[in-house]
Nanobody
């Protein structure tokens, strides 16, 4: 009844920029925390940006100052603007959303992932 779909990944040169989008749809009453995670080959999935419903954000040191997360509550959408990309940012990026459905059930949803490759 709820879908979370990412878009916007691709291949970019070092120093370049990409913008990821993630839209949630379906039987949604409200969306609480939204976040972007990434997983590189052989590594654990890690949080790269998070945003609360009120707009409070958090980032790890590795992306602070380069990545910006934002959300449009009216569109149930979260964005990740990535600037000054580095080869070590290469990973599959996943959207995560903490969603309360109209039946008041609260569930954590993951998108299918989008590949970001930073290479010359």
């Amino acid at each position: 009844q709820v879908q979370v779909v990412e878009s916007g990944g691709g291949l970019v040169q070092p120093g370049g920029s990409l913008r990821l989008s993630c839209a949630a749809s379906g039987s949604i009453s409200s969306i609480n925390f939204m976040g972007w995670y990434r997983q590189a080959p052989g590594k654990q999935r890690e949080l790269v940006a998070g945003i609360t419903k009120s707009g409070r954000t958090n980032y790890p040191d590795s992306v602070e100052g380069r990545f910006t997360i934002s959300r449009d509550n009216a569109k149930n959408t979260v964005y990740l603007q990535m600037n000054s990309l580095k080869p070590e940012d290469t990973a599959v990026y996943y959207c995560n959303a903490d969603i309360t459905q109209r039946n008041l059930r609260r569930t954590n949803y993951w998108g299918q992932g989008t590949q970001v490759t930073v290479s010359s």
